[in-house]
């Protein structure tokens, strides 16, 4: 059985015990990280509200925003992308961008070819896990917008969790 098909807490507790999960570099964003659960991600924050696959967590008071991504296919659901929204001030991708390698402990980065739509100005890290994390400038430079990228782990969880369920539905006749 895939540890991603029981309840919330047998989850966080086996996940809680790999290393990858605890180790020492910083890989979440003001505490949002990809291969949380779904309870966890909405707890972190007291306006989240859930829309289809996506948890979209508006910060009061500033005008900031996290929009996580769900798996379709785990049990319980499990976060994969997480993206944060918030007022650039006057900064620069290029100064936004040392923060992140100063924060995060990652190296160079590389320019995010083509950019998502939207976006005038993007750099991109690649993690040990195969994720990345994204810094982009929106094209009228008033927000900038910061995301972690599915890790390997959750998409083989998540592919795990498809073939079973695809197990389980009795073929078509036609």
């Known amino acids: 059985m895939s540890f991603a098909q029981g309840t919330d807490s047998d989850f966080i507790k086996i996940r809680d015990s790999y290393s990858f999960w605890n180790g020492s570099l910083k890989r979440d964003i003001q505490g949002f990280k990809p291969g949380m ?23 009061p008071s500033k005008d900031e925003r996290f929009e996580l991504s769900l798996t379709e296919h785990t049990r319980p659901r499990l976060v994969k992308d997480v993206t944060y929204d918030f007022p650039a001030g006057g900064a ?3 100064t936004m961008a040392k923060n992140v390698v100063m924060q995060f402990a990652v190296g160079n980065s590389r320019q995010c070819l083509p950019p998502p739509q939207g976006i005038s100005q993007c750099s991109q890290w690649q993690l040990e896990d195969g994720s990345y994390i994204g810094l982009g400038v929106e094209v009228n430079q008033s927000k900038m917008i910061l995301s972690l990228s599915t890790s390997k782990w959750i998409a083989s969880l998540e592919e795990q969790a498809f073939e079973k369920e695809q197990g389980r539905i009795p073929p078509r006749k036609f």
Do not use: H, N, Y
């Open 92 to 94: 620069t991708l290029e």
């Open 37 to 59: 659960t779904e309870s966890e991600a909405k707890q972190r924050l007291s306006d989240c509200e859930v829309s289809g696959r996506k948890i979209l967590c508006p910060v």
